[in-house]
């Protein structure tokens, strides 16, 4: 196919307010161990909000100027770098591909592979990533280019805009649950079940994994919440804004899981829901952070040591995943057991979906669709 010179793409124009322009950019080409993909779709995740607006202050520096956002991109290889040969992809057998492919790209673009993170299979933790439409452009234009040992094979049966969500969203609560130490048939609660995270989180846990899940988040998200199959839901609105309001919920998660759940995700970026979850754990159960905060507070009140001690909690926390568990959670998108809930969009509406997602006005996941009708 013919590549053009330049592509429509969408800019942050001035990071660190909301601010987003559609323009033209120089399609780039390939250089070594790199593959040029055109994009179809892309997925549209919290953490790109927070990157345009530089809410995320553990990030080592500002967002560029113009930086191109986006990281949960799906597309065909158009354009092998020099060193590259044609010769088939195979993910079991390295970076071999070929053009035509269809590849995925994720919050990290690449990582080093080397350092003592990566080669314990905790990339999420590498020492030295590039991260997609930060430090590197990201995936809200048409044209981008990405290492081609990173990019993420997309199988025959899953379509472009449901693998897109999949490879942040999908990849980050997969991870997150085998992180939890919870087995089939037992309680999960899910923090933030309505929102991008937290639905595909629902989906996931109940139907690939066999957890009994209890949604939590606002009662307009409940038949949502229900349809990603949570077999129990409480309406954050039920329940008080204060310390008896956060004692009243962990009453009510005891009872419904019958002494506590064996693991709570918090899916969501609110302080009041880290506050909470330690006291919805029965005994070894483990709290997974995975919603990222904003600003500069601290998330997580005090907890009295000797709690964590005589109930034996664990706290840990769940940052995306590996290549291998990319591959996994989308072969369950391919077989059909996970099916994630999206809506598409155009790329002119980008700036609205923002403005919702900061109001927690989002059911599930949204996915641009890319292609050339779509920009006009």
């Not at 191109?68 to 354009?79: D, I, P």
């Not at 280019?145 to 472009?160: E, F, H, K, W």
Request: aromatic share 6%.
């Amino acid at each position: 196919m013919e590549i053009p010179l330049t592509h429509n793409a969408i800019i942050y124009t001035n990071p660190g307010t909301a601010s987003l322009k559609i323009t033209q950019v120089p399609t780039p080409s390939p250089g070594p161990g790199q593959v040029l993909i055109r994009l179809t779709h892309s997925g549209v995740c919290h953490s790109d909000h927070a990157v345009m607006t530089n809410s995320w202050r553990w990030l080592p520096g500002l967002t560029s100027h113009d930086q191109v956002g986006g990281h949960e991109g799906v597309g065909e290889v158009v354009k092998l770098g020099p060193d590259l040969v044609d010769s088939g992809y195979s993910k079991y057998n390295g970076p071999g591909i070929k053009i035509g492919d269809r590849v995925g790209i994720k919050w990290f673009a690449s990582t080093c592979l080397h350092c003592l993170a990566c080669m314990d299979s905790q990339e999420g933790s590498c020492f030295h990533p590039t991260i997609s439409g930060y430090s590197v452009p990201g995936t809200f234009q048409e044209y981008v280019l990405a290492p081609a040992n990173y990019v993420t094979p997309i199988p025959d049966g899953v379509p472009s805009d449901a693998a897109a969500p999949i490879l942040c969203g999908g990849l980050t609560v997969y991870s997150a649950f085998h992180k939890a130490r919870a087995r089939a048939g037992e309680w999960v609660v899910i923090s933030g079940a309505g929102g991008g995270l937290g639905s595909l989180a629902c989906e996931i846990g109940s139907r690939g994994m066999g957890f009994r899940i209890l949604g939590i988040d606002s009662a307009a998200k409940e038949t949502l919440i229900r349809e990603c199959g949570a077999e129990e839901f409480l309406p954050l609105d039920k329940f008080s804004r204060d310390p008896e309001g956060d004692k009243a919920m962990a009453n009510e998660v005891m009872r419904i899981t019958e002494g506590g759940a064996a693991a709570v995700l918090v899916c969501t970026s609110a302080n009041a829901a880290y506050a909470q979850a330690v006291h919805f754990l029965r005994f070894c159960g483990t709290l997974v952070c995975v919603g990222i905060t904003e600003g500069d507070e601290v998330p997580i009140r005090t907890v009295n040591p000797n709690m964590l001690i005589k109930l034996q909690l664990t706290v840990t926390a769940s940052s995306v995943g590996n290549r291998k568990e990319a591959i996994e959670i989308l072969n369950l998108v391919a077989r059909g057991v996970v099916k994630p809930r999206f809506t598409l969009h155009k790329p002119a509406e980008l700036g609205d979906i923002f403005a919702r997602l900061e109001k927690g006005e989002i059911l599930g996941r949204t996915v641009l669709s890319l292609d050339t009708e779509s920009w006009k």
